[in-house]
Nanobody, 130 residues
């Protein structure tokens, strides 16, 4: 069965850390860029970060730059989003998704658009609150 499964969400205090996982099954992530998106209640889905597996290029939204890190474990066919110095405004459902634009040259200026991604996970809730 082809699927993406996010995990690792939860409740964390401001300033805390969480690591989200996006595990792929039924296909290899080697041929796709993987993006992390988030959606807060009443807001549009926004791109958080993206990793191109072909050239290991990474992209980050300005709001998370320096606080979030995207990485991949090839053996586990899994992509991670390490989140630190979390803020209440990071509260959202976080989704991972795959894109066939698997090179930096094809992602620049487009990586944060949800329409560039074909396949999505079900999401995991992250709540930052004291």
């Amino acid at each position: 069965q082809v699927q993406l499964v996010e995990s690792g969400g939860g409740l964390v205090q401001p300033g805390g850390s969480l690591t989200l996982s996006c595990a792929a099954s039924g296909f290899s992530l080697d041929y796709y860029a993987i993006g992390w998106f988030r959606q807060a209640p009443g807001k549009e889905r926004e791109g958080v970060s993206c990793l191109s597996t072909s050239d290991e290029s990474t992209f980050y939204a300005d709001s998370v730059k320096g606080r979030f890190t995207i990485s991949r474990d090839n053996a586990k066919n899994t992509v991670y989003l390490q989140m630190s110095s979390l803020k209440p405004e990071d509260t959202a459902v976080y989704y991972c998704a795959t894109s066939r634009n698997n090179h930096a040259s094809r992602l620049v200026g487009k990586w944060a658009r949800a329409s560039e991604y074909d396949f999505w996970g079900q999401g995991t809730q992250v709540t930052v609150s004291s």
